[in-house]
């Protein structure tokens, strides 16, 4: 092999050496151009038949309440923007991709119009936000792969007072986005994903007396771009070349540019972890990871690249469990069938209805009940230096705020009195809404760039299965969702649908053994009306519950 070939395969993981990016004037010197790549792992998805699939077509239908919501605030609107800001890590954007993604935003409304609308939260903007969606996949042959649904829910947004409302709508979309596509890149995606790589073009100094050829170097980093049309069992013999060449220069030295020794030593340790971590060697990968630390280029004593490539080592094994919970996964669920109240369009302001209510004092109304979304779950999107007092506060600030006004024949005025004052609440049907607190509130500190969201709430809920130690409801306001309540506790119990759903089942479940290994076989992990039913049923023949 000539050797400029074997460089080229060599350096196409140069591509994969986030510090160019990070010091593109420092180690290397001059850098000309620098672009980014963005890789999957080396982690098999639960379902291969999709494996060799590089590309999709990204397909948006955005409702007008979006468009008009920006009108509202006079901002100029642009549906291409949110088309850029949707990806899927990993696989080429382009027309008649391999996969067709389409997002469909079927209703979205900024409520600011209502007397309960709160403008601010602790001196910071606040939004009461709508939205219903839906994501659908197809294959190449246009057969559906893939569905997720969020149904109809407003949440009030807090921002940084410097952050603008479109970029507000961009976040909201793009993580109502990524939350529905999650389990289907655990499900038919290698992973995990490994974002903001760069690769440069480099330049010795001027003063360097160095023999070695950077233009070589330069010449074999053209074929990067490429790497992520490999397909991925091609992978080793591309890397075998370079891994060899590279371990020859894990110890370079070069007494005419040590500077520019200490780049390639620095280089050599980084390329030969990362092609390890993508040919899913990370214990081969982390013998080279001493190397990346004593040869980086530190700024302040503070180390970028060691402590990134330390960290895509262990989330290759956090995914390695993401996937196993993958294969029980519902690719498809059934569509969610929605109350009458979330199909108006009032949808994301009240829930109304003929009844009756039952208030703490024995007081009944009968008349038109109207449940008030005035204070809906709390998102705080702001950064932890803006943030006033702690964000342990939200824990139960507004949970008495679900206002209900019962308008009476006869009465100008209606009656007044919220969720937590309500014992139940009976529609013109005969069914029965019992009232009860559900839902989380947030740590006193928040950890990563994940939003601290409270949904800590008064909910109605409607009887399923009643037990004597556990029973099943269905939440009717606000949320859409079945839980579960033990007769001893107060607060009603959900799950969280993905990360932490098992442990959560085992700790709540912990009085029936016998559940234990069907929790750990995945049995319970759809979230859908059937699998509550099913652990109700199951607890009940287990465990007893009468």
Not at 168 to 179: A, E, G, P, R, V
Request: charge should be neutral; glycine fraction near 6%.
């Amino acid at each position: 092999m000539k050797k400029i070939t074997k460089i080229i395969l060599l350096v196409v993981l140069a591509g994969i050496n986030q510090t160019v990016s990070a010091q593109s004037t420092g180690w290397f010197g001059k850098a000309v151009v620098s672009n980014s790549l963005n890789l999957r792992g080396p982690v098999p998805p639960t379902n291969l038949e999709y494996g060799k699939y590089k590309s999709y077509e990204m397909i948006l239908d955005l409702a007008p309440g979006l468009e008009n919501s920006m009108n509202n605030r006079k901002i100029p609107y642009s549906a291409e923007k949110y088309y850029e800001a949707f990806a899927i890590s990993g696989l080429k954007k382009q027309k008649e991709g391999d996969f067709k993604v389409k997002y469909n935003l079927t209703r979205f409304e900024l409520v600011n119009d209502e007397d309960y609308v709160q403008n601010t939260y602790q001196k910071a903007p606040a939004y009461y936000i709508g939205l219903e969606s839906n994501l659908e996949i197809t294959d190449k042959t246009g057969k559906v792969i893939y569905k997720r649904y969020t149904t109809p829910k407003v949440c009030m947004y807090v921002i940084n007072p410097s952050e603008t409302y479109d970029n507000l709508t961009y976040k909201i979309l793009t993580d109502n986005f990524y939350s529905m596509i999650e389990e289907f890149e655990g499900f038919y995606l290698y992973g995990p994903k490994i974002t903001n790589m760069r690769y440069s073009d480099l330049e010795k100094k001027k003063k360097s007396k160095s023999t070695f050829n950077i233009e070589e170097y330069n010449q074999s980093l053209q074929v990067m771009p490429t790497l992520v049309d490999v397909d991925r069992e091609n992978w080793a013999d591309l890397f075998g070349e370079a891994q060899k060449f590279w371990k020859e220069l894990v110890n370079f030295q070069d007494k005419d540019d040590e500077d520019l020794a200490k780049q390639i030593r620095f280089s050599a340790n980084y390329n030969l972890a990362a092609t390890y971590i993508l040919l899913g060697n990370p214990e081969e990968a982390s013998k080279y990871l001493p190397g990346i630390k004593e040869n980086e280029k530190s700024f302040l004593g503070i180390r970028k690249d060691f402590p990134y490539m330390t960290s895509v080592v262990e989330d290759i094994e956090k995914y390695k469990k993401l996937t196993e919970k993958a294969f029980t996964i519902e690719a498809i669920p059934q569509e969610p069938v929605l109350p009458s109240y979330k199909k108006a369009a009032t949808a994301f302001r009240y829930a109304e209805f003929p009844g009756e209510v039952l208030d703490t004092d024995s007081k009944v109304w009968k008349g038109k009940v109207r449940v008030i979304s005035d204070y809906p779950e709390l998102v705080d999107l702001r950064t932890q230096e803006t943030v006033s007092g702690l964000r342990s506060m939200m824990d139960g600030i507004g949970s008495e705020k679900s206002s209900v006004y019962i308008y009476i024949d006869g009465q100008k005025k209606p009656e007044r009195t919220n969720l937590k004052k309500v014992v139940n609440i009976k529609d013109e049907e005969g069914r029965i809404y019992i009232v009860g607190k559900t839902g989380r509130g947030v740590p006193a500190i928040s950890f990563g760039d994940k939003p601290a969201t409270s949904s800590k709430r008064y909910s109605m809920f409607e009887e399923v299965k009643k037990g004597g130690k556990v029973s099943l409801y269905h939440e009717f306001f606000p949320q859409d969702a079945y839980t579960l309540k033990k007769s001893i506790e107060d607060e009603f119990f959900s799950p969280p649908i993905f990360l932490g759903r098992r442990k959560a089942l085992k700790e709540y479940f912990s009085d029936c053994p016998q559940m234990m290994e069907s929790i750990d076989k995945g049995a319970y992990d759809f979230e859908n009306k059937e699998t509550y039913i099913k652990m109700y049923d199951d607890y009940s023949k287990f465990c007893g519950n009468s």
